[in-house]
């Protein structure tokens, strides 16, 4: 729903910019995947906190050290990461029809400054800070289903990672859509890198809601 790399890409160019330091964008997001997963995994931290340790790992991977400004600011960034073009006229569209959860990697307070940019009401919401664990976390995934009252077989998960979204609701018997938007990396973008074979795979959530006949 929200232009993530597009956020990240502008909220870490210019640190390491002041620092000297030219990679691609292939490789400044799959070194952010590295980093945001191995923060994930370890006790739980807030996302802002996840976000904020991000950048120290870009420090240490480039050999520079952010000041404390600029450790904060990509976890400050947060609240400008705009939604893809699609996304507002193709959540009103299933709106129409089915019921919308968002199941997210992040804080409660963060969720609640991208809430208003999306244009609909969601019947359910669960996050991380809430479940105390990530996504691929089958938790997360098993407290959304307590809270949505629906069985598998009633619920479509619609995700943009392999990794954090196909394969662990597959892994609860819970069918899958890809929404594998282009991305300067191909297929994971700012995520690990996985296999998996999803129930269906669009090109944006616009696709998505023409497939469902909206």
């Known amino acids: 729903m929200i232009d993530w790399e597009t956020g990240i890409l502008s909220a870490l160019r210019p640190i390491l910019a002041a620092h000297q330091k030219d990679i691609t964008d292939v490789t400044l997001l799959e070194l952010y995947s ?22 120290r790992g870009f420090g240490n991977r480039l050999g520079f050290e952010p000041t404390a400004t ?52 969601f019947d359910c919401l669960t996050t991380a800070q809430q479940a ?30 392999i990794y954090h979204d196909v394969i662990p609701a597959q892994s609860l018997g819970i069918s899958t859509v890809w929404v594998n938007r282009p991305s300067p990396r191909a297929g994971a973008g700012a995520t690990k890198a996985a296999s998996g074979k999803p129930d269906l795979e669009v090109g944006s959530l616009a696709e998505f809601a023409d497939a469902t006949g909206m």
């Open 34 to 55: 590295e980093l945001e997963l191995a923060a994930e995994q370890k006790e739980f931290l807030n996302y802002w906190d996840v976000l904020e340790s991000v950048v």
């Open 70 to 121: 600029e450790i904060r600011s990509l976890s400050e960034s947060l609240s400008r990461w705009e939604p893809f073009p699609d996304t507002v006229t193709s959540l009103r569209k299933l709106k129409q029809r089915y019921k919308l959860a968002v199941i997210s990697n992040i804080d409660d307070n963060l969720f609640a400054l991208t809430a208003p940019k999306l244009g609909v009401q």
């Open 132 to 161: 105390r664990c990530y996504k691929p976390c089958k938790k997360i995934f098993e407290l959304a289903r307590e809270r949505m009252g629906v069985s598998t077989g009633e619920w479509l998960h619609v995700g943009q990672s």
